[in-house]
């Protein structure tokens, strides 16, 4: 409003030009616990193309940690199963390789192998996860899977980035180190990734009973 009174010549400086701005409250992101990941991943999908196609999808995001929108660009080129790496092109289109293994790495190759033939249509694309037109996944099919999937796991509103979030904290709370976790997200500042470090008391708790020395002394 200031700006638009300046620029129409009713006043000739700004009065809140100086004035701070009020500081925009942190929000933990959302994640799921292990036992909701296991409803989710381990519930009967379809044994058609599309069903392979979409345990895929939420395998790969929960299991790799990628963006949906690093998700729909994978090219099978990008893809090495014998080598168990996945080559990501995130932000920036900044490269990185993240291995891809157990539940993950086994429904991409029967993705690969049974399903993703079916959906190639007239004009074949290097696209890893296709549509029912043969053409490139897009990143709101992507959120449409996690949401339909997520609804019979009793899971509302399941969003891609969720299962990022969740890769990133479930790594965290088995030990992973925080350098790791920051390389395997692709994250340019490890400040981002300390977002991931909201564990639950409980989960300190265990650490601490585990490692310190003298934790049990006294009892």
């Given amino acids: 409003f200031h700006r638009f009174m300046v620029l129409e010549g009713v006043c000739d400086e700004l009065p809140t030009a100086d004035m701070p701005l009020p500081a925009k409250p942190s929000r933990l992101p959302d994640v799921l616990s292990r036992e909701q990941a296991a409803a989710l991943l381990d519930q009967p999908f379809p ?10 999808v939420l395998e790969v995001l929960y299991g790799c940690g990628l963006r949906a929108s690093e ?7 990008a893809v090495l199963l014998d080598e168990e790496l996945l080559r990501v092109f995130g932000k920036g289109s900044k490269e990185r390789l993240v291995p891809i293994l157990g539940t993950a790495a086994a429904s991409l190759r029967a993705y690969l192998e049974e399903g993703r033939g079916a959906l190639v249509g007239r004009m074949p694309t290097p696209a890893v996860f296709l549509n029912v037109h043969g053409g490139r996944l897009s990143r709101q099919s992507v959120h449409a899977i996690c949401e339909k999937y997520g609804r019979v796991a009793g899971i509302k509103g399941l969003h891609p980035h969720t299962l990022r979030h969740s890769f990133a904290t479930h790594l965290l709370e088995g030990g992973a180190d925080l350098r790791a976790v920051q390389e395997l997200l692709g994250h340019a500042d490890i400040s981002t990734t300390q977002l991931y470090t909201h564990l ?3 989960h300190i708790r265990r650490v601490y009973l585990a490692a310190h020395p003298r934790a049990h002394l006294g009892e």
């Fill in 47 to 56: 044994q058609t193309p599309t069903g392979l196609r979409d345990r895929a």
């Fill in 200 to 202: 639950d008391r409980s």
């Fill in 71 to 77: 998700l729909c660009g994978l090219d099978r080129r």
